[in-house]
Structures are given as structure tokens and as C-alpha cells.
């Protein structure tokens, strides 16, 4: 079974405005409200390929209860640890120019986190937990080294999907999946990327440092993943960027998705970047129609 974390969810609440005028009235052409969360975003795309997820992390209030719900009604099961306050609502301007206004979230306290910690202990050798985004400042700085530890010692496999020491502290636990973009991997070595080229050294320091498969995304340029076996390269396929949000999470889901079906990397690596780009060229996460139709503009070629 797959379960995908998210710490820090959120309802986002997108509007749409002809103009925003600071200090004045302004009103809405259109506004629409979901679930945000990396996790969750990867268990909504993994849902889109009928692989089945569970949702785990912190929810409060009514806007933790608007997220069950949601999931529910998309048949994605839940386990989330109930927390005292309120989920955070994110806001998202989309004017000429697009503002962002993210809140803290609630207070996570210990025995909130205790009650997470136990739900992990009782995954095992058939299960795969996603961590995926940053970690909420009432939470301490090794939660992520803590949770990694207790599925190496379950025997549980986990993925990856943070920037920076939260990415490096949890490589000596040996991920199924690491997903840094190029900027995120230059900054890991302190230094910069320009070409695909350059990922090749740099993400194979990352399997020499205990990341068992690792997928580099480098925007239009392309994407690279790499293992102790093999260096694949795939290129893009071309279409109109509308979008960012999600792109990564479902780079994620498309590999993991495939992956469970197939248990053959480079098909798991051809839906991570078809499921990634679907997601870049819509205005939401992809759909599985999306991506089958970009599959066929997805070309592997192994680096020898």
C-alpha cells in the first residue's frame, strides 16, 4: 500500500480578478477551492491511475474537515492525526500577475506528533511512504530523519520529495526515490547546473549516498534518472506551460503509479515525466487521459 504525508495541507482558495487595486473593493470573475499538499497531490494523481493511496498527516477544524470529505468523495482513504486548530487556508491571486498569501497552519503538539509516529510503525515490507514538502515550524527540525528511521526498521519503503539538509539528513536511510529539480541539486552541492549534462556526476553522488533511484527534472530541457544500473535520459514532450503547481508531485505519482503496475523503471520513468508534464500543460493536477495522449512524445535513451 502506498501513503502519502502531508504535514501541512491546506484549502486553497484560487480567485480570479479582472485587476487587484490595493486598498479598494475588489471582486471576483471566478474562484474555485481544493485540497493542497504535496502528499495529497500525489495521492490525487495516483488516484487518477487507479492505484489506490492512503492520505496521513495533520488536519483541524472545519477546513481539515473540508479535505476528508473531498478525499472521500474522490475515494482516496484517510488517515489523518486531528489536530486542535484550524487547517490553513492558502489564497492564490490570479490577476496579470499572480500573488500567493500561505498561512502558518496549526500548532502540531508532541503527542499529535506521537499518534503520527505510531501510525508509521505499523506500516511494513509491503508498504511505501511519501514525505513530500517542508515541515511546519511547531514540528521538530528531524522529523523527517525520524519517520525514514522507523520504515527502514519496519522494512517499509519511502520516497523523498524535499530540497536542502531535510534531503541529505534521510539519503543514509537509503530512499526508494529522491526528486530534486536541477536548481534544488545544485544547490545540495554548492554550485550550479545548466545543462543535463552536468546532473549525470551529481546524481550519481546522490546513489553513492544512499538514494536507490534518483529522477533529476530539468524543466523543458528534459529529465534524468539514475541508479546504480543505469542513467536514462528523457526528453519532454513540447506544449504550452500554464502551470507549475503539482508538476513535481506528479512526476512522483506517475513514476510510483507505473512502477506498482509494471516493476520496470524506465516505463515507471516514461509516466513520471508524461504525468509531470500533463500536470505543467493544464490549469490542475493530470488526468490519466492527459498523459497517455503525451507518452508517445516521452523519448528514453540509456547513458553509457
Given at each position: 500500500?502506498?501513503?502519502?504525508?502531508?504535514?501541512?495541507?491546506?484549502?486553497?482558495?484560487?480567485?480570479?480578478?479582472?485587476?487587484?487595486?490595493?486598498?479598494?473593493?475588489?471582486?471576483?470573475?471566478?474562484?474555485?477551492?481544493?485540497?493542497?499538499?504535496?502528499?495529497?497531490?500525489?495521492?490525487?494523481?495516483?488516484?487518477?491511475?487507479g492505484?489506490?493511496?492512503?492520505?496521513?498527516?495533520?488536519i483541524?477544524?472545519f477546513?481539515?474537515?473540508?479535505?476528508?470529505?473531498y478525499?472521500?468523495?474522490e475515494?482516496?482513504?484517510?488517515?489523518?492525526?486531528?489536530?486542535?486548530?484550524?487547517?490553513?487556508?492558502?489564497?492564490?491571486?490570479?490577476t496579470?500577475?499572480?500573488?500567493?498569501?500561505?498561512?502558518?497552519?496549526?500548532?502540531?503538539?508532541?503527542?499529535?506528533?506521537?499518534?503520527?509516529?505510531?501510525?508509521?510503525?505499523?506500516l511494513?515490507?509491503?508498504?511505501?511512504?511519501?514525505l513530500?514538502?517542508?515541515?511546519?515550524?511547531?514540528?521538530p527540525?528531524?522529523?523527517?530523519e525520524?519517520?525514514?528511521?522507523?520504515?527502514?526498521?519496519?522494512?517499509?519503503?519511502?520516497?523523498?520529495?524535499?530540497?536542502?539538509?531535510?534531503?541529505?539528513?534521510?539519503?543514509?536511510?537509503?530512499?526508494?526515490?529522491?526528486?530534486?529539480?536541477?536548481?534544488e541539486?545544485?544547490?545540495?552541492?554548492?554550485?550550479?547546473?545548466?545543462?543535463?549534462?552536468?546532473?549525470?556526476?551529481?546524481?550519481?553522488r546522490?546513489?553513492?549516498?544512499?538514494?536507490?533511484?534518483?529522477?533529476v527534472?530539468?524543466?523543458?530541457?528534459?529529465?534524468?534518472?539514475?541508479?546504480?544500473?543505469?542513467?536514462?535520459?528523457?526528453?519532454?514532450?513540447?506544449?504550452?506551460?500554464?502551470?507549475?503547481?503539482?508538476?513535481?508531485?506528479?512526476?512522483?505519482?506517475?513514476?510510483?503509479?507505473?512502477?506498482?503496475?509494471?516493476?520496470?523503471?524506465?516505463?515507471?520513468?516514461?509516466?513520471?515525466?508524461?504525468?509531470?508534464?500533463?500536470?505543467?500543460?493544464s490549469?490542475?493536477?493530470?488526468?490519466?487521459?492527459?498523459?497517455?495522449?503525451?507518452?508517445?512524445?516521452?523519448?528514453?535513451?540509456?547513458?553509457r
Amino acid at each position: 500500500m502506498i501513503y502519502t504525508l502531508t504535514l501541512n495541507p491546506s484549502v486553497d482558495y484560487i480567485v480570479k480578478l479582472e485587476s487587484f487595486q490595493l486598498g479598494e473593493l475588489n471582486r471576483t470573475i471566478n474562484e474555485a477551492k481544493f485540497p493542497g499538499g504535496k502528499g495529497i497531490n500525489v495521492s490525487t494523481v495516483l488516484n487518477q491511475f487507479g492505484t489506490k493511496s492512503k492520505a496521513l498527516g495533520f488536519i483541524g477544524g472545519f477546513t481539515g474537515a473540508y479535505i476528508e470529505q473531498y478525499l472521500h468523495n474522490e475515494k482516496i482513504d484517510t488517515d489523518f492525526v486531528e489536530v486542535d486548530e484550524d487547517t490553513r487556508i492558502n489564497v492564490k491571486i490570479k490577476t496579470s500577475q499572480e500573488s500567493e498569501i500561505n498561512a502558518i497552519g496549526p500548532n502540531i503538539s508532541e503527542q499529535n506528533f506521537i499518534r503520527l509516529k505510531q501510525k508509521i510503525h505499523h506500516l511494513g515490507a509491503d508498504d511505501l511512504l511519501v514525505l513530500a514538502g517542508s515541515i511546519p515550524a511547531s514540528l521538530p527540525k528531524t522529523t523527517y530523519e525520524e519517520l525514514v528511521k522507523i520504515c527502514s526498521e519496519s522494512g517499509a519503503d519511502f520516497v523523498v520529495d524535499a530540497e536542502g539538509d531535510l534531503l541529505k539528513k534521510v539519503l543514509p536511510y537509503r530512499p526508494f526515490l529522491i526528486k530534486p529539480n536541477h536548481h534544488e541539486l545544485g544547490e545540495l552541492f554548492d554550485t550550479t547546473i545548466a545543462n543535463p549534462a552536468e546532473v549525470i556526476p551529481y546524481g550519481k553522488r546522490l546513489v553513492d549516498m544512499g538514494a536507490k533511484n534518483v529522477i533529476v527534472s530539468l524543466a523543458g530541457a528534459g529529465a534524468a534518472l539514475i541508479n546504480s544500473g543505469m542513467t536514462l535520459f528523457a526528453e519532454v514532450p513540447k506544449g504550452e506551460v500554464k502551470n507549475s503547481v503539482g508538476a513535481g508531485d506528479s512526476m512522483v505519482a506517475g513514476f510510483l503509479a507505473a512502477y506498482e503496475r509494471t516493476r520496470n523503471i524506465e516505463e515507471a520513468f516514461r509516466y513520471s515525466v508524461a504525468s509531470g508534464s500533463a500536470t505543467a500543460f493544464s490549469l490542475g493536477l493530470c488526468t490519466k487521459e492527459k498523459v497517455e495522449e503525451l507518452l508517445p512524445q516521452v523519448h528514453i535513451k540509456e547513458i553509457r
